[in-house]
């Protein structure tokens, strides 16, 4: 199945044998959309990487950019003024929002239940918009600078910000709605793609597929980053209905929930932003940006684990590459969805072939940042 | 509010695996230090160097006895220029999560500052050091961690490392019938076409002058 196939999301081919209608064993090939970021970025500036970062999950474009920003800070060893690190946040939490509706757009069409993919493309647009405030563009937003953030948040984004973020948690009761009594719906995820909690972390699965089986484990407050510890969140987890763990349902359940504790970070975010959510800083200016040293020296490692969309992403970059330090000598780039991919693979054996779009959307798989 | 992981949990966590793993492994030529970070919190984290030979015995300690649950990095690196004993590196990264199965019906919210002990999640670089050569060997750990396994090849594939004892080792990101021995990011594949250097702003070279003959940027 793939590379080209609606249920794939993204470039991979998945090879399954069949025994009549239930699988049997499968295979997952990657390396599709494989551009060699990696090698790419030995020969950039630490500036200069950011818009490939954003490119590695297009879909969650500002989580990934900030991934690299925090490992290049810790490379260069460069402060960020608060303010930059609530404004960090709550472009990461939108962006959060925008990306498991793109996740349930695309799901829920894989279920068969195409009105979802409207619904959500509309009110992901209003997201869209939002960071097209901040970044300049609708998906690839070179935002985060190594030290701050490129420009203050415009007058009135906040009120923006708020109204959006107000209508849309009406709207997800509205999905929850037209979903949760559903009985296809429930039919074809409930029972479906069981994973355990242990099996997945062995497997290096993280972050909502593992809050699906039970345990709220987060980076953001394990691996503490930006100013999470200030604000009013929980890391929104399941209770699986088995012991043989999460299912497609505990998955999706996990995801509209995140969606929730998202509006309500970001809601409590502009209340405590430093500097007040309705004033606009000069580019530049102390409050958003701190100009930070832009060689590295050999043998100077900058390392960062951030919780991206899809899981824990970790940048690794050492320092001492050309122009005496000014380009990284190897960037490596960690994509919580390059391990998940294979052990959702191995997870569908045992099902009937209808049930892999369900297994697979669940996860949410982007290959943007599996090949990079 | 859900709270975070303090500094006083994390450098108490840090420390402990610092003198578990001295007193299991001190004086045999693995390295371990507690480092901190420079970035977000500036958090503490376990960097150990090891010798190849002694991986395989430090890992499955670390899994069974760190509970070092989760591998998530495999970083290969190329050092041509490098010194003797450092002519390629493996850098392995692990995090120790507390994510137990879930007895049914039934889920695990951390009291956050109240974690102590094995449950403190922590940070693990793990470097390796290799020889000069053109066949860097590491033993795999693809036994111990299913995560390792995928990681593994696809450093294989990118940079060249191989890994003893990996079983199916087959192309992950480059396409299936790359050329035997092509590992693009090793150092001698360049960067650019022919060495030409561009200058960031100035693709066609217009604002080019001969003293920047040679020049990368």
Redesign the interface.
Known sequence: MGPQHPMTHGLWTLRVKVDGETVVDTEA???YI?R?V???C??R?FT?ITPYCDRLCYVSAMTWANSYI??A???L??DVPARAEYIRLISAEIQRLASHLMWLGAFGPDIGNLTLMTWCMRDREMFLDLLQELGGSRMHYNYPRIGGVKRDMPIGFADRVIAKTKLFEKRLDEYEMMLDESTIWLVRLQGVGYS????M????V?GPN?RA??????V???????V??E?????S???????K?ADCYDRYRVRMEEMRQSCRMVLDALNKIPGGKNTNYANGDEMIYTKAPTRAPEGAT????YECTRG?S?F?I?GGG??RG?NP??V?I?SPM??TI??VAKTMIGYKIADIPAIMGSFDPCIGET?? | MVGSITPEQNATAAEACLAAINDRFGGSGIETSVLNHSNAKKYAFVRIVCPPQHWIAVSKWMKYDLDVNYCSMVTGTHFPDGSPERGWEVAYHFLRQPVRNQTPNTCTVHDVEGLSGMDIPMEFEVLIPLPHGDSPTVPSIQSIWVGADWNEKETWDLVGIKFEGHVNMHRVLNPNDSPEGFHPLQKQHKLRYHDYNEMYDDPQGFMRKPADEGRVK
């Open positions: 090939e990657l390396g494989h060699g990696e090698k790419i030995e020969a500036d200069q925090y490992a800070e810790d490379l060893e460069a355990t909690a242990e099996s972390v062995d497997a290096g993280s593992v089986a039970g345990v709220n484990y987060d953001r407050w394990a691996h503490p980053y930006s999470y510890d604000i009013d969140w929980e890391p987890v399941e209770k699986p209905t088995s012991v763990g900058g390392f960062s684990n824990a970790q690794y050492k050309e122009g000014k000598y190897r490596s960690r390059f391990l294979p052990y090949d990079r």
